[in-house]
T-cell receptor
């Protein structure tokens, strides 16, 4: 089954404790992206990657890091989480030729205390 | 500055009637527009799209209309069904070389049986 998986689905952590949210896709997609969804703000792009070792900032990259060492994986790293990073996070992937039509993962709900 | 605007946070429609969801944009560089649908506890799923060279695209019960001069697009669902109840996001991209999607805040559609 074609899918984008994210882990964990739910995470409660404390300020300053480094965490990683994993994202994996099995569709051999070149393009991968991370978004956050906040009430009243919709979906905002954090980082995206057009292929292995190629990443670029989205609209709200501050406080986040990403890496793309393998085509299927695109982890999101919060080196020192803060309460304003409490949000619902989505990973997405697509082929580069149709990058607009992205397949989304189920989401990770993160709470930073 | 919000480049993609969905000014109606919510919409209620009777089953069998038409649902019309609206979206406005400000960036004249946008040339491809999409609608995504999101159920609770799931990631968004791609629904329908339209290129700026068209003014209408139809897929079954879903039709998207684009009015470039007004920088306005709308999604029509006819007839509306209870299973259409979801949050609908309008998104836009700025063409070749821009690998980013800009999303609106979403409109929550409730179809009443």
């Amino acid at each position: 089954e074609a899918q984008v998986t994210q882990n964990p689905r739910y995470l409660i952590t404390v300020t300053g404790k480094k965490l990683t949210v994993t994202c994996s896709q099995n569709m051999n997609h070149e393009y991968m992206s991370w978004y956050r969804q906040d009430p009243g703000l919709g979906l905002r792009q954090i980082y995206y990657s057009m292929n292995v070792e190629v990443t670029d900032k989205g609209d709200v990259p501050e406080g986040y890091k990403v890496s793309r060492k393998e085509k299927r994986n695109f982890p999101l790293i919060l080196e020192s989480p803060s309460p304003n990073q409490t949000s619902l996070y989505f990973c997405a992937s697509s082929s580069l030729s149709s990058y607009n039509e992205q397949f989304f993962g189920p989401g990770t709900r993160l709470t930073v205390l | 500055d919000q480049q993609v605007k969905q000014n109606s946070p919510s919409l209620s429609v009777q089953e069998g009637r038409i649902s019309i969801l609206n979206c406005d944009y400000t960036n004249s560089m946008f040339d491809y527009f999409l609608w995504y649908k999101k159920y609770p506890a799931e990631g968004p799923t791609f629904l329908i799209s339209i290129s700026s060279i068209k003014d209408k695209n139809e897929d079954g019960r879903f039709t998207v209309f684009l009015n470039k001069s007004a920088k306005h697009l709308s999604l029509h669902i006819v007839p509306s069904q209870p299973g259409d109840s979801a949050v609908y996001f309008c998104a836009a991209s700025a063409g070749a070389g821009s690998y980013q999607l800009t999303f609106g805040k979403g409109t929550k559609l409730s179809v009443i049986p």
